[in-house]
């Protein structure tokens, strides 16, 4: 790349990835802290409070890629805050064993440890086994900060399409493109720099640290992504700001959402 770093092959992105994720899952979620100085954390809040699942709860779930449950725990919270919903529920699915241990462990501090409002389950977010992961299931499915580390964007979008319920929601955070060439400039200066370091300060591993945002510049433009949803069997748009999607800090992240046609 213009930084100097090596090009990952994509056929080696599937087994690359497990590894990053098996050696930073212990530190995840500290590393994803000091990272963004918290800020994940407001998009993340965002992210689940502007969802529009369609119709009303309890909704069936899915956040998929879902690590240590953040976004789960999010919209757990939300439906028993706003709507004291107690029904809703939410699996979450992750390639990596390591990171839903963390998440287990996390949920048991939890009042939905040990209910069927959450459950941790690994799959390969390209292929769902349709016998676990049945077709036209879901209300709403959610992945965050996730599609970029798959190979095949398609295939991921094509699953999704397949689980959800006609007329559910798709949900996409992840981060994207920044538009404004000064904000572009300084954002790719300290990822390049500041966030390999932290990963070799406080994880002890700069590579897959790297990784992270070398994956970051690959993934496609807001546009882009919102074609690819569209021809995956989407209606996308428009969103709250009348787009089909949602910037977030000028497009540092974004938030994409589709409607099952
Ligand atoms: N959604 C969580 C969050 O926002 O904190 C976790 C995001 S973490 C950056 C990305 C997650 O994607 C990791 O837990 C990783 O194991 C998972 N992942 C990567 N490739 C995947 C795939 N093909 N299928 C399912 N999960 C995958």
Redesign the pocket.
Known sequence: TSFGFKTIPEETK?SL??NV?DSVASS?DLM?DATSFGV?RLW?DTFVSTLKPGRKGPLRCI??????G??ALRILDHARETYADRETSVEV????AQ?LNEGFTRFKKTMYHNTPQVSFHE????ELPASQFKSDTYDLYT????IR???SIPA?LKEAHRVLKPGATFAC?EFSKVNNPLLSTLYDQYSFSVIPLLGTILAGDRDSYQY?VESIRKFPTQPDFAQMIRDAGFSTGPNVDGGAWTDLWGGIASIHTGVKL
Do not use: P, R, S, W
């Open positions: 599937e990835v497990k994720f995840y994803n994940h993340k956040d998929v890629a879902g690590g240590t953040d976004i699915v992750d390639i990596n990171m799959a390969n977010a390209q992945i965050a900060f996730g580390n798959c190979t991921v955070l992270l």
